[in-house]
């Protein structure tokens, strides 16, 4: 979001990290959406080093792509852009890759007779906070992952007092629209700073991580409005074959090197780790380690 201003470039990203172990590595697919801010008509540019890097606008109201004045090179398996944002605007752009480097979460959940054990090895320097545990219809709060390796666990009585999804969806998905209209306001009815306060980001990314379910839920009013979402956004597959979704951020960091080449006067940063595992329906332990 942004407030008019003059004088200061602002970049804000948002990191959508899916960690996806491979034998001896964790391999994560990365969406970053970063918004830009600029004080004038000026070009800014952008690059992707990443393996299987690519760029994109930002998807327009009513479908489509926005059409913006710039050029885009994409060189082997990755990408250097210049774009025009005119003069008081804030324009978000898209930045997809494939990373093999990066660091990676690894998790391993099994039932015992006081609840559920959660072992965690958090390869990041950075602690992992506001973390979730979906399975089946139940959302449960988790302990934050520190760096390195944590051991925790989800009694009973937490188990059984869990929040279901549809109450979770009903209380958190509103949060989606009422973000991507605010933050096209320019006229000083609010700055990122207080959406942040209203909005807690965990929430908003996990109601759209699981868009089937939102829907089914929103399936009987033909008014309103649609989450539309990229291939592989939607985790709700993951639940309805009796796996496990965790999520948790990392506050005020960006895991992948951000995407925007130029300075800036302010700005901020969020990681959201995505992290999940399969099991037979009434099997554990669960578990996502090789």
């Known amino acids: ?11 804000n990203e948002v990191q959508i990290v899916d960690m996806i172990p491979a034998r001896d590595r964790v391999d994560a697919r990365v ?7 600029s004080p004038g008509n000026r070009r800014f540019d952008f690059v992707g080093r990443e393996f299987c890097s690519a760029f994109r606008p930002e998807a327009e109201t009513f479908g489509g792509w926005g059409r913006e004045s710039g050029r885009v090179d994409q060189r082997g398996q990755g990408f250097s852009a210049s774009i025009q944002v005119p003069i008081w605007t804030s324009k978000m752009f ?4 494939w990373s093999t480097n990066l660091p990676g979460l690894r998790l391993d959940i099994s039932k015992t007779g ?25 959302v449960h709060t988790l302990a934050p992952f520190p760096p390195g390796l944590s051991d925790q666990t989800l009694e009973n009585v937490a188990v059984r007092a869990a929040t279901s999804l549809t109450d979770f969806l009903k209380t958190h ?4 629209v009422q973000g991507s209209r605010e933050r096209r306001q320019a006229f000083d009815t609010f700055n990122s700073e207080g959406l942040r306060e209203r909005i807690r980001l965990i929430d908003t990314l ?5 868009r089937s379910r939102l829907h089914a839920e929103r399936e009987d009013s033909s008014k309103g409005w649609q989450v539309a979402a990229v291939k592989g956004m939607d985790l709700s597959c993951v639940l309805d074959t009796g796996g496990f979704v965790v999520l948790g951020i990392i506050e005020g960091n960006a895991l992948l090197p951000e995407f ?12 959201l780790i995505r992290c ?15």
């Open 206 to 210: 996990a109601s759209a991580s699981f």
């Open 94 to 97: 898209i930045h997809d890759a």
């Open 1 to 11: 979001g942004f407030a008019l201003r003059a004088g200061e470039v602002e970049w």
């Open 260 to 271: 925007a080449g130029f300075p800036r006067g302010r700005g901020h940063s969020d990681t």
């Open 114 to 138: 006081a609840g559920l054990r959660i072992r965690a090895e958090n390869q990041t320097p950075h602690e992992i906070r506001q973390t979730l545990l979906f399975m089946g219809d139940s």
């Open 276 to 290: 999940v595992g399969f099991l037979p329906q009434d099997t554990l332990p669960v578990s996502n380690l090789p």
């Open 173 to 176: 998905a509103p949060a989606i």
């Open 31 to 37: 969406r970053s959406h970063g918004s830009v801010y």
